[in-house]
């Protein structure tokens, strides 16, 4: 089926954007890559303004195999998984989904932006 699979990793600034088959037993991408500080400025915009309250689940992810987009929200010493289809977040989240799919995109393409700054050794995804 070839890619399927998008991760993303975001520890303070650090990014490893992993895209691997369905499974996971075929990793296609491993790239790395940092927010620069307006990356940083713009996520922690984004998720302070993220509601206290956040559903597990929002719609009706991955119905019809039209995907699901998973998000840890980690506030503190707690986190909460939420989930919502692709494509289709919630009017609360769409802020920081546009956010994420850029840096995925980025990380992706091997294209630096003025949030996203790239590590060598990136790898596109293939076609």
Known sequence: MGP?????DLAATQLTYQVSSRT?????????????SQGATRLESLASSLPAELQETYGCPDCADGGAFFLTVVRGSESRNVQYEYGR???DLSGIDSFLKGVMDALGQCRATAEVTLE???TPLPD
């Open 4 to 8: 399927c699979r998008g991760e993303l």
């Open 24 to 36: 996971g037993d075929q990793v296609y991408v491993r790239n790395r890559g940092q927010l620069s």
């Open 89 to 91: 977040p919630p009017e």
């Open 120 to 122: 060598g050794g990136c």
